[in-house]
């Protein structure tokens, strides 16, 4: 059985302005904003995997490094899409969430997703600024992100899309389209990735 965060009810709500998932064969993908900070693999991948997660999720975590042997098996095939989906029984997610969203605007979205799961669940305001410090930014500026009201806004963005794609848990994965919920086999995974791989008229990696 797969392993999963349920999702109760939105936390935030904010605006959410709606483009295509654009990647090949994925006509029946969730539509969903791409934004190119946060996002593994080439933008012309023929697979799209869109992730749903949560900082603190263990199962999101324990997710993480099975979704970097995907990108290591099947280079320049897919392209892997973050999504923001803090559930409600996790009082530190969206904090987490804001502070990677403010990491991302200087230029270092990975590399404080990856801290944060490792450091999870610790995730207090100076823990946040102290992740933030480590990777060399500008903490004043990472401080004063943390209390704007826009990276809010596109954490309920994600959250918005996230129900209509009809997420409800996490992490929630769609690879062009195909819903995979909790932490499963990686064979799953592979599976999906070649399937796709053969719509889109891709061969896939050996």
């Known amino acids: 059985m797969a392993r999963l965060g349920v999702y109760t009810r939105a936390t935030l709500i904010g605006l959410l302005l709606l483009a295509g998932a ?8 969730p539509r969903a904003i791409i934004d190119p ?11 799209t995997i869109l992730e749903w997660s949560d ?6 975590r324990e997710a993480q490094p099975v979704l970097g042997r995907l990108l290591a098996e099947f280079p320049g095939k897919v392209r892997l899409v973050f999504k923001d989906f803090p559930l409600r029984s996790h009082e530190m997610a969206v904090p987490a969430a804001l502070a ?10 990975w590399e404080y997703h990856d801290m944060l799961f490792l450091a999870q669940p610790a995730f207090e305001r100076d823990a946040l600024t102290a992740y933030a410090r480590r990777l060399g930014l500008d903490t004043a500026r990472f401080d004063d992100c943390l209390d704007r009201a826009v990276p809010r806004d596109d954490v309920a963005a994600d959250q ?3 129900r209509e794609a009809g997420v409800r848990a996490t992490p929630t994965f769609f690879v ?15 599976d999906a990735i ?13």
Do not use: H, M
Request: proline share 8%.
């Open 55 to 60: 900082f603190q999720c263990p199962f999101c």
């Open 176 to 190: 062009n389209g195909r819903k995979i919920e909790g932490v499963v086999p990686i064979e799953e995974f592979r």
């Open 160 to 162: 918005r899309e996230g």
């Open 100 to 109: 990677a969203r403010c990491a991302g605007a200087q230029g270092r979205f």
């Open 37 to 47: 900070g946060r996002t593994r693999g080439p933008a012309n991948a023929p697979v």
């Open 22 to 29: 654009g990647a090949a064969g994925a006509a029946d993908a």
């Open 194 to 206: 070649r399937s796709a791989l053969r719509e889109a008229g891709a061969a896939p990696a050996r």
